[in-house]
């Protein structure tokens, strides 16, 4: 079993008085509301600062990304047209043959 300490914090008294409902209402412990609270908190955070990191590197990669795609792109209509071009050229012996 994890080792607890005991610690002093100061709440607002609206916050301490809906904290004590909401533990009366769901028959729960203060102490043990507190520390899911914690949990949840520093969870949330951690997700946050991933999202961030996240958000940065897009930002970064921003560039990158569009250059990659124009030359995605330049190359489906080269490849595109060159494709137009056979179908001419098949038409056109197609054509002559019959």
């Given at each position: 079993m994890t080792e607890r300490r005991e610690i002093s914090i100061k709440l607002s008294?609206?916050?301490?008085?809906?904290?004590?409902?909401?533990?009366k209402n769901n028959n729960q412990k203060q102490n043990?509301?507190?520390?899911?609270?914690?949990?949840?908190?520093?969870?949330?955070?951690?997700?946050?600062?991933?999202?961030?990191?996240?958000?940065?590197?897009y930002k970064k990669m921003a560039g990158l990304n569009q250059q990659l795609a124009d030359e995605g792109l330049s190359s489906d209509c080269?490849?595109?047209?060159?494709?137009?071009?056979?179908?001419?050229?098949?038409?056109?012996i197609e054509s002559k043959k019959g």
């Open positions: 008294e609206c916050l301490l008085e809906e904290m004590k409902q909401y533990c043990n509301f507190l520390n899911q609270a914690i949990k949840f908190y520093l969870k949330e955070m951690k997700k946050e600062e991933v999202r961030n990191h996240l958000r940065d590197g080269y490849s595109y047209l060159c494709y137009e071009q056979r179908l001419v050229e098949c038409e056109k």
